[in-house]
């Protein structure tokens, strides 16, 4: 089935005249028709568009270009702009928002010649793990209709899991890449902070952002990230730095690999989670990799840390709602006090409400010592750890999640339980570390998640060690009953 | 350490949100719970410790050269305002 072939697959056939781009595309579309409203993963659909880029690359094939992913159907998550296209962020908020222009990252995909099917769902404002806080619904998790997948790049990691498109595009601030991979048994690949222009993704938490992809495999996903890395004059983040050949870094020897065992991460982890993860160092070891324990000592304290740095960095990106210049506007503004208020009371959700409000407090006179300059200084303990244990070891292993998929409704309503999903990720955003969820097997039929983290730039040497875990297991190979 | 109303209404108006007052002790206990939560970072010590602000070292915002980069697409960007007139943006009255 076209559906469950990877990039390189469909390349062949594509190059072969086997089937042209607009043939593949109708096939995605017709999935995301018949699949799309029950999983509700989409928050826009653009056929129209999708055909047209298929017919032009098409084109360009005809006329001789060969590019690995030249006619590969994509979703991109609905952080990205995307001309003339609604980017609505998963919020009321930018409902009414027409995108008039194109991110780096859609650009250069678009470059590539992939063929945007649509926007994704996700949790509003990249602000979630669970994909339930979105305007537009939550997402369902297609291994159980009743469960999350995981957030906030919720519908690009359950669109990807449920074959509506071979690639996802997804953001990850404090996991929302590696998270939902992990909770869909798909790959998930969050960059070096700065290796992927950030300009035309909406911003949530600028020191912690990073714009990355969801994929069936590392093989699938390295010339993907390929495509998106590199220097962006227009983001002043973006680190001027050669992109190495990805896929030609899948083909390096494991052999000698040190990997090293994050003791933090196994304290408190149930017993069938780590054996998953045992399970696979000895992969690794039989693989040639040397594994050994590290610790991080400040690991414990990243999510307070997280939990004072993202909400005070995005109650400053998302002081441009006012209701003034785009985005929702209330109705019958009294003056421009009420029309500030209302606006933004009434075109944010809750849960954006109460991370603006946890930013403004901790950055405000009085506490911003002793909570936001703080967290600055224990942010950097955190990433001095990491350096340290990477004098040691190649690349830190350990679960993406503490438990399989939630249901639906179950943590919703307590924030920092909810926050305590993101146990494991979130340290990798603080250091600005490039990190990789991989599936690694099921606990109760629910897919569980592998993360390996490298030091900066490393993503080569990452990305090989997940191949070479996918040549030797095929968790990475199932599929959701009924998406087969 | 619990917020009270006053402190949540003070942070909702710097914050430009509008919170009525049924939504307001939702918002009071999950405020508190949060700030109750990250309270545990005054725990850690770090005396001598710089904040660090950027992940990545050695990293200094770039300059760049004085002169036009961008086209004029005033009319694209403002497509999607609630209310323009003569390419300014319309608001209730500011000043009385």
Redesign the interface.
């Known amino acids: 089935m076209l559906h469950n072939l990877s990039i390189g697959e469909l390349a062949e056939r594509l190059n072969s005249r086997q089937i042209s781009s607009v043939e593949l595309t109708r096939h995605f579309l017709s999935r995301i028709d018949r699949f799309g409203p029950a999983l509700n993963a989409l928050i826009t659909l653009t056929a129209e568009h999708a055909l047209a880029d298929a017919a032009a690359a098409d084109l360009r094939r005809v006329r001789g270009e060969r590019g690995q992913l030249l006619g590969i159907p994509l979703i991109h998550k609905d952080i990205f702009c995307t001309d003339g296209v609604r980017t609505s962020c998963g919020s009321r908020m930018l409902d009414?928002?027409?995108a008039?222009y194109d991110a780096t990252v859609v650009t250069r995909l678009k470059a590539a010649g992939v063929v945007m099917l649509g926007k994704a769902n996700m949790d509003e404002f990249a602000m979630g793990s669970s994909n339930e806080t979105s305007y537009y619904g939550p997402v369902k998790n297609p291994w159980n209709l009743k469960k999350v997948p995981g957030g906030s790049s919720g519908g690009s990691a359950a669109a990807a899991a449920a074959r509506l498109a071979p690639l996802t595009t997804g953001t990850d601030t404090g996991g929302s890449i590696r998270q939902p991979a992990a909770l869909t048994g798909v790959t998930g690949v969050k960059p070096?902070?700065?290796r992927v222009s950030r300009y035309g993704m909406i911003a949530f938490a600028s020191?912690l952002d990073q714009a990355g992809v969801f994929a069936r495999s590392v093989a699938d996903a390295a010339p993907a990230l390929q495509a998106m890395a590199g220097f962006d004059?227009r983001d002043?983040?973006s680190?001027d730095a050669p992109v190495p050949d990805y896929t030609a870094a899948l083909a390096q020897p494991l052999k000698g690999l040190k990997i090293g065992l994050l003791r933090e991460f196994f304290e408190g982890l149930e017993a069938r989670n780590a054996a998953l993860i045992h399970d696979a160092l000895k992969v690794y070891r039989s693989l040639g990799a040397q594994t050994k324990e590290v610790s991080l000592p400040?690991l414990p304290?990243s999510?307070?840390?997280y939990?004072?740095v993202a909400p005070a960095e995005c109650?400053s990106n998302l002081?441009r709602f006012?209701?003034?210049?785009?985005?929702y506007?209330c109705e019958n503004?009294?003056?421009?006090?009420?029309?500030?208020?209302?606006s933004?009371?009434?075109g944010?959700g809750?849960e954006v409400?109460?991370r603006?409000?946890?930013g403004?407090?901790?950055l405000?006179a009085g506490y911003f010592d002793?909570?936001y300059?703080?967290?600055?200084?224990?942010?950097?303990?955190i990433?001095d750890d990491f350096r340290a244990a990477f004098t040691q070891v190649d690349l830190l292993i350990g679960p993406t999640t503490p438990t399989p998929a939630f249901d639906i409704g179950a943590k919703i309503d307590?924030?920092?339980t909810m926050?305590l999903n993101d146990i494991y990720t979130i340290g990798a955003n603080?250091?600005?570390?490039p990190g990789l969820s991989l599936p690694c097997g099921f606990v109760d039929g629910l897919p569980m998640g592998l993360q390996l983290i490298g030091p900066?730039f490393s993503e080569d040497r990452l990305l090989c060690a997940g191949h070479r875990y996918q040549l030797a297991t095929d968790w990475h190979t199932r599929a959701p009953q009924g998406y087969e | 350490m619990s917020l009270t109303r006053q402190d949540v209404e003070k942070i909702a108006h710097l914050a430009r949100l509008s919170i009525s007052a049924e939504e307001l002790p939702a918002y009071v206990s999950a405020l508190s719970s949060i700030v109750n939560f990250v309270d545990d970072l005054s725990r850690v010590p770090t005396a001598d410790v710089a904040p660090l602000a950027h992940p990545l070292d050695g990293q200094h915002q770039r300059l760049r050269a004085d002169a036009v980069a961008e086209t004029d697409n005033r009319e694209k960007y403002q497509a999607n305002a609630p209310s323009v007139a003569a390419g300014l943006y319309v608001v209730p009255r500011v000043i009385e």
């Open positions: 009414n928002f027409i008039p070096t902070y700065g020191s004059p002043s983040t680190v400040h304290a999510v307070p840390t939990y004072v109650s002081s006012d209701g003034v210049r785009y985005g506007r503004p009294q003056d421009l006090m009420d029309l500030y208020k209302r933004r009371g009434e944010f809750a409400k109460r603006i409000m946890t403004t407090y901790v405000s002793a909570y300059l703080k967290a600055q200084r224990v942010r950097r303990l990433v307590d924030p920092v926050y603080l250091a600005g570390l900066h």
